[in-house]
T-cell receptor, first 114, second 112 residues
Framework: GENVEQHPSTLSVQEGDSAVIKCTYSDSASNYFPWYKQELGKRPQLIIDIRSNVGEKKDQRIAVTLNKTAKHFSLHITETQPEDSAVYFC?????????????FGKGTKLSVIP | DAGVIQSPRHEVTEMGQEVTLRCKPISGHNSLFWYRQTMMRGLELLIYFNNNVPIDDSGMPEDRFSAKMPNASFSTLKIQPSEPRDSAVYFCASNSLRNTIYFGEGSWLTVV
């Protein structure tokens, strides 16, 4: 099945700096890669996603890049703000019989220091 | 749409008691997922259904856990008997044809 590795597990940045979170996946046939943000005590919420036919996608301060050859994708947050502090999860949708489900990374706890 | 609705939001129960968690997926979504989240193990997929049929229950930790989906708008996750190590947040989620999974608010379970 699909395996997703996420790094780093914790990340601290100064307000205004950029943050980058990286994930790798194992199933070369995976075709959908969402990112979720989970604030303390709340549910994971989708913030951005990318499909395998696209190399990059941007939404205001958030961008995601995908390298299919290397099987990795990254989340980039620019001009970080204290409200960006949360746990971020990457995920990948595998192929075959289990293609309905997402496989999640272990999460990255991002702290933005004012 | 109200989103994925879960109940109860919080439950504290004694070891050995039966726990039933409930979920109403987003209308029109054909897949439903039960996840468990703990600090140690992160987000774990327990089971998922497609068109009310269980597709993969390999994540169900043991026979004490069972899940049903009698119709397209309702699912339950049952733990019987419950144990302290079952304490976790249990998320129900559903997904659309475009693959986006939406999570419910979660059921925070504490077994003492």
């Amino acid at each position: 099945g699909e395996n997703v590795e996420q790094h780093p597990s914790t990340l601290s940045v100064q307000e205004g700096d950029s943050a980058v979170i990286k994930c790798t996946y194992s199933d070369s046939a995976s075709n959908y890669f969402p990112w979720y943000k989970q604030e303390l005590g709340k549910r994971p919420q989708l913030i951005i996603d990318i499909r395998s036919n696209v190399g990059e996608k941007k939404d205001q301060r958030i961008a995601v890049t995908l390298n299919k050859t290397a099987k990795h994708f990254s989340l980039h947050i620019t001009e970080t703000q204290p409200e960006d502090s949360a746990v971020y999860f990457c995920a990948a949708k595998g192929s075959g019989a289990g293609s309905y489900q997402l496989t999640f990374g272990k999460g990255t706890k991002l702290s933005v220091i004012p | 749409d109200a989103g994925v609705i879960q109940s109860p939001r919080h439950e504290v129960t004694e070891m050995g008691q039966e726990v039933t968690l409930r979920c109403k997926p987003i209308s029109g979504h054909n897949s439903l997922f039960w996840y468990r989240q703990t600090m140690m193990r992160g987000l774990e997929l327990l089971i998922y259904f497609n068109n009310n049929v269980p597709i993969d229950d390999s994540g169900m930790p043991e026979d004490r856990f069972s899940a049903k989906m009698p119709n397209a708008s309702f699912s339950t996750l049952k733990i019987q008997p419950s144990e302290p190590r079952d304490s976790a947040v249990y998320f129900c989620a559903s997904n659309s044809l475009r693959n986006t999974i939406y999570f419910g608010e979660g059921s925070w379970l504490t077994v003492v």
